[in-house]
């Protein structure tokens, strides 16, 4: 099962930054995001498609249908630049599987 | 609190194996499964594993079978992910990453950097 990301997004900030995760009816899987800052482990910003982990600002949110998973960061801030990858349970072959990743640039 | 607190970086031979410790602490060890991710340098993720620490049950990724042993100690919280027959594309950061549900991580390890060199 591939997952595929786009490699780079620029956002300015304040701004809406939306990264998508695509794949064959990634729909009917649930979706999980992580975020990696240079040089530090990943972090979980969502999980099961839209749920955020405590602590996790409410100004990050996710969406999954069709083909497509999405995780979308509102009022973007320096902050948030860092490397988002997408993260599935391959049922079919019992694996997790990770997107390419989306390097975040905020201008 | 609970963590995931790895042991530290590690510097190995070609041909060499290696073991990775990943201690939990803050929670009940037992009730969740442990994933393995490992990053080599400038690239992205790569999942490698889980086991069941409950059962000692395990998988791996198909591309790592044979060379990777995931086991764990119960009276110590801990997991441990060894692989042999060490190459220098093994190079990189291995994580271990607390499971939930339907392939969900809600914890990472800080990381372990692994470098294969002669």
């Known amino acids: 099962y591939v997952l595929t990301q786009p490699p780079s997004v620029s956002v300015a900030p304040g701004k809406t930054a939306r990264i998508t995760c695509g794949g064959n009816n990634i729909g009917s899987k649930s979706v999980h995001w992580n975020q990696q800052k240079p040089g530090q482990a990943p972090v979980v910003v969502i999980y099961y498609n839209s749920d955020r982990p405590s602590g996790i600002p409410e100004r990050f949110s996710g969406s999954n249908s069709g083909n497509t998973a999405t995780l979308t960061i509102s009022r973007v801030e320096a902050g948030d630049g860092a490397d988002y990858y997408c993260q599935v349970w391959d049922s079919n072959n019992d694996l997790v599987v990770f997107g390419g990743g989306t390097k975040l640039t905020v201008l | 609190q609970v963590q995931l607190v790895q042991s530290g970086a590690e510097v190995k031979k070609p041909g060499a194996s290696v073991k990775v410790s990943c201690e939990a602490s803050?929670?009940?060890?037992?009730?969740?499964?442990m994933h393995w991710v490992r990053q080599a340098p400038g690239q992205g993720l790569e999942w490698l594993g889980w086991?069941?620490?409950?059962?000692?049950?395990?998988d791996s990724a198909q591309n790592l079978q044979g060379r990777v042993s995931m086991t764990r100690d119960t009276s110590i919280s801990t997991a441990f992910m060894e692989l042999s027959s060490l190459r220098s594309d093994d190079t990189a950061v291995y994580y271990c990453?607390?499971?939930?549900?339907?392939?969900?991580?809600?914890?990472w390890g800080q990381g372990t950097m692994v470098t294969v060199s002669s």
């Open positions: 086991i069941n620490p409950y059962s000692g049950g395990t």
């Open positions: 990453a607390r499971g939930r549900e339907e392939g969900a991580f809600d914890i």
């Open positions: 803050g929670f009940t060890f037992t009730a969740y499964y």
